[in-house]
């Protein structure tokens, strides 16, 4: 398919992404936009078509194309060893967690995205909204994920929250520990699989937090997630068992405040929404 037929049938959700991350260096999926953070560039992505050499002289300018489309997602690298979040996460499920599910997430966003090109191919639309949900649920997975691992630090390496966090946190919530004592509560009555988010809204510019199922049920759209929690069983099971209390109350003593903080400041510059 040519560039200009995926371009012209590009409005399935991997085109939004792919138009979304370009214009205002973020990703929007479930509701959520996410945030790429310099430092923390591991790619999401294997490889974008490369552009075309020698262009056809009649062809526009650099400044009108359009951006090149995302090919394939890959799994991050942690940037930490496996045993590095002991005692609070163990280094089994960090493995199995990393290594087996997020990968899972990443091996379905690509196969629902394979599978979007091969309708757009043969113009069978009929499972456009299996393939649609599917890329939903792992390509939201792959990237809840990818921020998670970044969200958290060894204990005594995640830094305390910014003067300009902390001053949005007080704001929202009354306190930090107002906020965390809500985010935990958040976290725990999940119904089954989800996640807690503390999000910012670019359109009225405040800091809010969610409750998600799944990877992407009852997300708010423009929400940019700065730190999430996932409190999947697979997260803690082996360690914590049935206790998903313990488990997230352990979980604060990994926040990588520094990288909430940086995330938060690279936010506050949007102002798509406004
Ligand atoms: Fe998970």
Not at 74 to 90: G, K, N, R, W
Request: hydrophobic residues 40%.
């Amino acid at each position: 398919m040519s560039d200009k037929a995926d371009h012209d049938l590009g409005r399935d959700v991997m085109g939004e992404v792919s138009r979304r991350a370009a214009l205002h260096g973020v990703i929007a999926l479930g509701g959520l936009w996410f945030l790429p953070m310099a430092g923390c560039e591991r790619p999401l992505v294997a490889s974008v078509p490369q552009p075309d050499p020698n262009p056809h002289p009649s062809s526009s300018s650099p400044m009108e194309k359009e951006p090149a489309m995302p090919t394939e997602y890959t799994l991050p690298p942690l940037s930490y060893a496996y045993d590095a979040l002991e005692p609070h996460i163990d280094a089994q499920t960090l493995r199995l967690h990393h290594d087996m599910h997020h990968a899972g997430y990443v091996k379905g966003a690509n196969a629902a995205l394979a599978n979007l090109e091969q309708a757009r191919k043969s113009g069978d639309y009929n499972l456009v909204d299996l393939y649609s949900k599917k890329l939903a649920f792992h390509l939201s997975g792959h990237l809840l994920h990818s921020l998670f691992w970044e969200n958290m630090a060894p204990v005594g390496k995640g830094g305390e929250p910014s003067k300009p966090l902390d001053a949005a946190i007080r704001a929202a919530f009354g306190s930090l520990e107002a906020m965390k004592a809500q985010m935990s509560a958040v976290a725990v009555s999940v119904e089954g699989s989800g996640w807690a988010v503390l999000g910012y809204h670019p359109i009225d510019q405040q800091l809010s937090l969610l409750q998600c199922e799944n990877h992407e049920k009852k997300a708010v759209w423009g929400t940019i997630p700065l730190l999430v929690v996932d409190v999947w069983e697979h997260a803690y099971y082996l360690k914590y068992q049935n206790k998903r209390a313990d488990f997230v109350a352990a979980w604060w003593n990994l926040v990588h405040w520094n990288d909430v903080s940086a995330r938060y400041a690279k936010a506050k510059t949007l102002t798509a929404l406004r």
